[in-house]
RNA sequence: GUGGGUGUAGCUCAGUCGGUUAGAGCGCCGCUCUGUGGCAGCGGAGGUCGCGGGUUCAAAUCCCGUCUCCUACCCCA
């Protein structure tokens, strides 16, 4: 084959299409519940939009950015992530006009020029869940909530949240600039990644894998930042603390959570995954406060909190802790026809099935043998046998695959025999479950 | 972007010391097969041996390059 994917893109086919849907349909659900309403943004804009958003020194755009010029000139990139490009959605279409706060989710690809491995792809997938309007920290708690909710009606468990604060503006440029004087004079101690982050983002030191690096930090007795949180942030951080302890989530503060985007401010979290299978990809779900990104976007002054959560490194932690997907529909009936005479009507009767559930017909004859076997094949509960016999009477003979027991429904009782029989195990009977487990 | 590993049929994999037309199992298609069978037997389709160079009388096999995927970094969901 001369054409295949590229690089870190794959196909998503059939087989997979369970666990896909169980995400998405959960974060429906989910999330809804929480009033969001369902967003979904261009898959490509301006660059400004990510590039303005995320900070020149921000990796994503110095190295990760699919940009491109379209025919017209325009300077135009695949969005590298979901936030920028909902606060412009917001702002464009006036949000701020409706009732506070706005709440968007969406599920969507993003893009990003990284090298592919475990957990990440070029093109990945994110489900996103914003509040904007509110500076509240009851919104960052809110926030939390709705990640907990999500992953706990996936099933997922093994997970730890990691709460920190990035503090304000003023906050981080006075802390970066304690690392800076710090951690300067032993500037030759560093190691060569270190150094560069020194001059691009210190804080990015303190999460740095090499020992020496953590070392020279225990060395130098270094503070964390949020030490240097201003009152404002503090009182803010606190009371994020306090709802999640209200409402018994449990967490950890950790003061050396940084963040590769510079919108972020205060509020900063992600759920980390405790599997060795996402060992490396260990966070499935990140997000924070960025209460200046409205006005960086050139809109006036709008807080939001949201998270990302991205769905490879979930299906990697719902396989990691065998969860049970649901399966998707299949087959109520698989129509075999006996005779050439016999193929259009079976196919007739397979539409009349149709009205009521996943139904096929076969297209030529076959041996009863191989067709049985392919009614099976193609997961049918029943195989609806057609030839003379039942042309003539009209009644048709119905088998069980899986018992192997045989009846008879006439034709004109065949739509109510269809109604009656049990649909309780595919996804639609999950979610339903889903939304009244949620509804008591 | 850097390092390590990898690549033969749709899938899982054989393929000797470099040797002539590259194999198996499963799967797919067909026949035996005319309504109680899901079996079994037989047959068929499907390959630029990732791609490109090189060495050689001869390359899936040896050498170089390159790409993919996996993986460790950087970084991130």
Redesign the pocket.
């Known amino acids: 084959?001369?054409y295949?994917?590229?690089?870190?893109?794959?196909d998503r086919l059939p087989a997979d299409a369970a666990k896909w849907r169980l995400i998405e349909e959960t974060a429906r659900v989910v999330l809804e519940r929480f009033g969001a309403g369902e967003i979904h943004t261009p898959i490509f804009e301006d660059v400004g939009v990510f590039s303005k958003a995320a900070g020149d020194s921000?990796?994503?755009v110095r190295?990760?950015m699919y940009a491109f010029t379209d025919r017209g000139g325009r300077n135009l990139c695949l969005r590298p992530?979901a936030t920028a490009g909902m606060v412009r959605a917001y702002l464009e279409h006036g949000f701020s006009s409706k009732p506070t706060p706005v709440k968007f989710w969406t599920f969507e690809p993003?893009f990003?020029?990284?090298?592919?491995?475990?957990?990440?792809?070029?093109q990945?997938?994110?489900v996103g869940y914003e509040i904007l309007g509110l500076s509240d920290p009851l919104a960052d708690a809110e926030i939390i909530d709705a990640g907990v909710q999500l992953l706990s009606q996936l099933g997922i468990e093994e997970y730890v949240i990691h709460l920190g604060s990035v503090g304000d503006p003023e906050d981080r440029a006075a802390y970066n600039q304690y690392l800076r004087d710090t951690l300067s004079p032993a500037f030759a101690r560093l190691s060569a990644?270190?150094k560069?982050?020194l001059e691009l983002?210190p804080m990015?030191?303190l999460?740095?894998?090499?020992e020496s690096d953590q070392a020279l930090l225990k060395e130098l007795a270094v503070k964390p930042m949020l030490e240097f949180l201003g009152s404002e942030a503090r009182d803010h951080f606190e009371a994020v603390q306090k709802c999640l302890t209200a409402w018994e989530i449990p967490f950890v503060v950790d003061s050396s959570i940084?963040?590769?985007?510079d919108y972020y401010r205060r509020t900063a979290f992600?759920?980390i995954h405790n599997s060795p299978a996402l060992?490396?990809?260990?966070?499935?779900?990140?997000?924070g406060r960025y209460d200046g990104l409205a006005e960086i976007l050139g809109g006036q002054h709008t807080p939001g909190v949201g998270?990302?959560?991205?769905?490879?490194?979930?299906i990697l932690a719902i396989e990691a802790e065998k969860i049970d997907v649901p399966e998707l529909e299949k087959p109520l009936v698989y129509v075999i026809p006996?005779?050439e005479e016999?193929i259009l009507y079976a196919h007739n009767v397979a539409r009349e099935a149709r009205r009521v559930a996943q139904s096929l017909a076969a297209y030529?004859?076959?041996?009863?043998?191989?067709?049985?076997?392919?009614?099976?094949?193609f997961g049918a509960r029943f195989?609806v046998?057609?030839?003379?016999?039942?042309?003539?009477t009209s009644i048709l003979?119905i088998?069980e695959?899986?018992?192997?027991e045989?009846f008879t429904v006439s034709l004109e009782e065949f739509g109510e025999w269809l109604f009656e029989q049990d649909f309780g195990s595919g996804l639609e009977a999950n979610i339903r479950m889903l939304e009244a487990q949620l509804e008591a």
């Open positions: 084959m001369k295949q994917t590229i690089k870190g893109t794959f921000s990796d994503i190295k990760e992530e993003m990003r020029g990284e090298k592919p491995q475990k957990g990440r792809e070029r990945f997938h994110q990644e270190s560069e982050r983002n990015r030191i999460d740095s894998k090499i940084v963040r590769g985007l992600e759920f060992a490396g990809c260990s966070t499935i779900l990140a997000g998270w990302g959560c991205g769905a490879e490194r979930l006996l005779d016999s030529k004859v076959k041996g009863m043998g191989k067709a049985l076997s392919d009614a099976e094949k195989a046998i057609i030839g003379s016999n039942e042309r003539e003979n088998r695959l899986a018992t192997r045989q």
